[in-house]
């Protein structure tokens, strides 16, 4: 469906722009939609899908811009019920309206594969109000919602939620994560996990009722290649308990994929490419995940693992050698930031007093000035997205001031808000 103009279907139970029913796949592209029930529905089953993208959606509907039906809407019991279709792609859309009854977009089911909602422009203020998923629905599964712009006032809008690089490098700033809405859809993380160089999604499952949980990876769709997506299916590439906020993530032994770590109070544990059975890193390590950092502080290609301890910093590289004291510090794990802010490839310390920021480049220099902000470190995000939108090698600076997103760019620093342009 290209380059239609689709409007005024009203009918009650129906008024469907675009309907996609049963099986199949439609491409529905660089249409426009207005007066409309539903401008684009699909059936939902298992093997169904569309790809919706660069179409205006102008609204002066009743009802949800954009759906995927569910299981259940067919009378389907119990797995089936939770489906809604198989690949589901929404992108480069822009949706001109607000209803305050309707959302633009509802998935009534869990997709069998990926709805991926991307790079589109709301004019809704935020995620929640933009997307909706099944309330009947008990796992969130499978809908991954980044780099969209909410707040659209017909020129300018605000990134919010989470905006990412497919280009993804081993180093863990190559993904900004700015403040995430309320309603984050799903826990994920995102690695070359197979090392084919291509980015997966790695998300880890575990089933009410079942003894152990799994991990999978799935490709990250891109567009018009959806001819064999019926073949399309998360990968399982482990059994686990531990799921994805339990887990580190680098490539600790520098051979290109992205690799899974655990501190699970007492040893260090690696999982290659998340597929491999746990090989002892490092053993009587009882400090836990969420008092250490990432980063490759030697430049060596390898991931290394970071802490301090009040008086110090201390790193142990590719997580299995001893720990080396790096620097002497009285601040805590909480109070530091991590990034490559000076492009140079190593990962520096960065720490805000409330007036004044400071780098320590790759951990092991004095603390050198780089910025004057009363901000606090817990304000701060970090990430190499650029003011323009695109990514670069340095890592800047977020903060979430009201409802904006602005960010401190280098060389200047100074706060500018973070805006679709
Ligand atoms: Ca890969
Ligand atoms: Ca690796
Ligand atoms: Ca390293
Ligand atoms: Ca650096």
Redesign the pocket.
């Known amino acids: 469906m290209l380059n239609n103009s689709i409007h005024s279907n009203r009918g009650d139970g129906w008024g469907y722009g675009v309907a996609v029913g049963r099986e199949g796949f439609a491409l529905i592209k660089g249409n426009r939609f207005y007066k409309n029930r539903h401008d684009i529905a699909s059936s939902g089953v298992r093997d169904s899908g569309y790809e919706a993208s660069y179409n205006y959606f102008e609204g002066a509907g009743d009802s949800y811009n954009v759906d995927v039906h569910g299981g259940q809407d067919h009378g389907w019991t119990g797995e089936d019920s939770h489906i809604a279709a198989t690949f589901t792609y929404i992108h480069h859309n822009i949706f001109d309206n607000i209803d305050p009854d309707h959302p633009n977009i509802k998935l009534r089911g869990i997709p069998t594969y990926i709805c991926l909602i991307e790079d589109n422009i709301f004019k809704h203020s935020n995620i929640n109000d933009a997307i909706a998923h099944n309330r009947n629905i008990t796992y969130k599964e499978n809908i991954f919602a980044w780099n969209n712009i909410y707040d659209w006032n017909g020129s300018t809008g605000n990134y919010k939620g989470l905006y990412m690089s497919k280009n993804w490098e081993s180093s863990q700033n190559s993904t900004t994560y700015l403040p995430f809405e309320d309603n984050e859809l799903m826990t994920y993380r995102l690695g070359d996990f197979d090392g084919d160089g291509k980015t997966e999604i790695f998300k880890s499952i575990k089933r009410d009722g079942s003894s152990v949980g799994e991990w999978f990876i799935a490709e990250i769709p891109t567009p018009n290649n959806y001819s064999d997506y019926r073949n399309w299916a998360w990968q399982k590439i482990n059994s686990s308990n531990k799921t994805v906020e339990q887990l580190g993530f680098g490539?600790?032994?520098g051979?290109g994929?992205?690799?899974v770590f655990n501190a699970n109070g007492k040893d260090w544990y690696i999982s290659?490419?998340g597929s491999s059975g746990w090989d002892l890193l490092s053993s009587n390590t009882t400090i836990t995940l969420n008092k250490l950092r990432f980063g490759d502080f030697n430049n060596d290609g390898k991931t290394d693992v970071f802490k301090a301890n009040l008086e110090g910093w201390y790193v142990s590289y590719g997580g299995s050698s001893g720990w080396e004291r790096i620097n002497s510090s009285s601040k805590s794990i909480e109070q530091l930031g991590f990034g490559d802010f000076n492009g140079n490839g190593t990962t520096d310390v960065f720490s805000a007093n409330g007036k004044d920021w400071y780098v320590s480049d790759g951990g092991n220099s004095g603390w050198q000035h780089f910025g004057t902000s009363g901000e606090t470190i817990n304000k701060l995000f970090f990430g190499t997205l650029r003011s323009t939108g695109e990514f670069g090698n340095q890592t800047n600076i977020f903060i979430k001031n009201h409802s904006y997103y602005q960010i401190a760019e280098s060389p200047s620093y100074i706060w500018t808000p973070l805006i679709f342009q």
């Open positions: 490539d600790f032994n051979d994929t992205t690799d290659f490419g």
